[in-house]
């Protein structure tokens, strides 16, 4: 109905209800960052990082905190 009333513009997302998404395009970046880096510039004692770490990394720099689970899910993105 929409499309056909409005056309194009009828196929534009309109605004979600509902919390935004903690994850946002400059986190993403931000980790995208620190996984570039090494983990024992960052205080970790193993030469890789996991998610788990990735996210108390993240929490100190940022102040933003996520669960492993959502530092997974980006990280996929970037696959």
Same mark, same amino acid.
């Given at each position: 109905? #929409?499309?056909?009333? !409005? =056309?194009?513009?009828? %196929?534009? @997302? &309109?605004? =979600? $209800?509902? =919390? ?6 400059? !986190?993403?970046? /931000? %980790?995208? =960052?620190?996984? @570039?880096? @090494?983990? !024992?510039? /960052?205080?970790?004692? /193993? $030469?890789?990082? $996991?998610?788990?770490? !990735?996210?108390?990394? %993240?929490?100190?720099? #940022?102040?933003? /905190? %996520?669960?492993?689970? $959502? ?6 993105? &970037?696959?």
């Amino acid at each position: 109905m #929409t499309f056909a009333l !409005l =056309r194009t513009q009828g %196929l534009v @997302d &309109r605004p =979600r $209800s509902g =919390r935004p998404p903690k994850v946002t395009c400059e !986190l993403e970046q /931000h %980790l995208n =960052r620190l996984v @570039d880096q @090494d983990p !024992l510039q /960052h205080g970790s004692i /193993h $030469s890789q990082w $996991s998610c788990r770490e !990735l996210a108390t990394v %993240l929490a100190q720099q #940022t102040g933003v /905190h %996520l669960g492993r689970e $959502s530092v997974r899910c980006a990280l996929k993105k &970037r696959i």
